[in-house]
């Protein structure tokens, strides 16, 4: 009995994606520029096993063009040389994959939507609409379907390749802490760390004392957003006639790197 707030952490943190490897990944980059093609002088796409209906994608972000926009291979003119057509490029003219300079990988139409982790149990864990943070590239994905115990179906192709390294998060309190707010006398969050701290007094044999809670962000962000949500539903919580009672925290936004932030360490002094 009590009230408590479920505070969201990583299910899986820190790990790295065993995608198959990727079809082809250029060194020096693109070194033509052409209206809806992507040139590399050193590649070898038939060799590679390139084919209409792969991918690719920018491995490092250009001008007008975000790490890890994309395109999907329409023809295999030669060697050196596909056709390809999307959002990593533009209409008309060159630029971005289209462009002289741009680094960038091929992945097959098969392996293109997935995230890989080998030895994970993503069936048991994870569900559409849980979170796929990359903390390579910083930008966050949502599971559109569970493969297996070791596949996920993300929303976009090349959102994760090989080697990335990923977190992944619910909303759902999957892979949450409780943190009781009984007697709870003070909470605040911290705007220069973004860390919140709850202190609780109790009365031991000794007289009181107070104990405290620290509760850090899985970034380094500063602002308060995410000590702001948590005491939200603290009131929320402590105002409600039940005596049992357990609000659910979700990811919040923040201005960190990573964008989104969900608790890290929790550290009793």
């Excluded at 297996?148 to 090989?162: H, N, Q």
């Excluded at 603290?234 to 201005?255: F, P, R």
Aim: with cysteine.
């Amino acid at each position: 009995m009590g009230k408590y707030i479920n505070i969201p952490q990583a299910i899986l943190g820190g790990v790295t994606a065993t995608n198959t490897a990727v079809l082809y990944a250029s060194v020096l980059g693109t070194d033509g520029a052409a209206e809806g093609k992507v040139t590399d002088s050193v590649a070898d796409f038939v060799g590679d096993g390139v084919v209409a209906g792969d991918f690719v994608i920018i491995t490092t972000a250009v001008t007008g063009y975000a790490v890890r926009s994309w395109a999907e291979v329409t023809a295999v003119d030669d060697l050196n040389t596909l056709s390809v057509t999307g959002p990593g490029l533009p209409a008309t003219g060159t630029g971005g994959l289209s462009a002289s300079g741009t680094i960038f990988s091929v992945i097959a139409a098969a392996d293109a939507y997935q995230c890989v982790v080998a030895g994970s149990n993503f069936t048991t864990v994870l569900r559409p609409g849980d979170w796929v943070l990359n903390t390579n590239t910083k930008i966050n994905y949502q599971v559109n379907e569970v493969l297996s115990d070791t596949a996920i179906l993300l929303t976009s192709p090349g959102s994760v390749i090989v080697g990335d390294t990923v977190d992944l998060v619910s909303n759902r309190g999957e892979g949450s802490v409780r943190v009781c707010i009984d007697n709870a006398t003070l909470m605040r969050g911290n705007i220069s760390n973004g860390e919140l701290t709850i202190h609780y007094k109790k009365g031991p044999s000794a007289g009181a004392v107070t104990q405290k809670l620290a509760i850090s962000p899985s970034e380094a962000i500063t602002d308060d957003a995410f000590a702001i949500e948590f005491m939200r539903l603290a009131e929320k919580a402590l105002s409600s006639q039940w005596t049992n009672v357990t609000e659910q925290m979700t990811i919040v936004g923040d201005d960190g790197a990573q964008g989104l932030v969900y608790a890290g360490a929790l550290t009793w002094s």
